[in-house]
């Protein structure tokens, strides 16, 4: 107990790991900073290696999002193009744009419109659900749903304050 180290405070940037021997002789890893992770897409039920832009909320205080420090479940953006390529690659059909009218239906359903206009933008709001300065990765999911919603209203608040 006597070993309590300081915060790995994870920026975002090119990626620096340290090894950190821990009790038993178990290896943690403390990512000191980063600039991927592997985010999956739940509902098509894919994962990709993608990049994080930038840190744009954090629940537990705004200071970790001036200072781009990456923490588990912090709100980050990702880069949207390995996603849109595996859409394509596995439906045949680029993002929010039907080939034909006939072709509306497929065999899986639309994406839901505030999923298209992020894909649209390029940017895709993402949690982050790994512990960065413990794993030393920074792996998470796309929002979706009532939760996208959730983050668009709550950082909606904090630009208008």
Not at 80 to 101: I, V
Not at 131 to 146: A, F, K, S, V, W
């Amino acid at each position: 107990y006597e070993l309590g180290r300081p915060a790995a405070n994870t920026k975002l940037g090119s990626r620096l790991v340290r090894r950190v021997r821990c009790r038993g002789g178990n290896i943690k890893y403390r990512a000191l900073r980063l600039d991927s992770g592997n985010f999956s897409w739940a509902s098509e039920n894919v994962t990709r290696k993608t990049r994080v832009m930038d840190v744009v909320y954090n629940a537990s205080n705004n200071e970790l999002v001036r200072t781009k420090t990456i923490v588990k479940n912090c709100i980050v953006t990702i880069d949207a193009s390995p996603f849109k390529l595996w859409y394509k690659n596995h439906y045949g059909t680029e993002l929010g744009k039907p080939e034909d009218k006939d072709q509306k239906e497929h065999e899986h359903e639309a994406v839901p419109k505030p999923l298209l206009e992020q894909f649209a933008s390029g940017r895709i709001l993402a949690c982050v659900s790994s512990r960065p300065g413990q794993t030393g990765r920074c792996d998470g999911y796309i929002l979706e749903g009532n939760e996208l919603a959730f983050y668009r209203r709550r950082m909606d608040k904090k630009r208008r304050a």
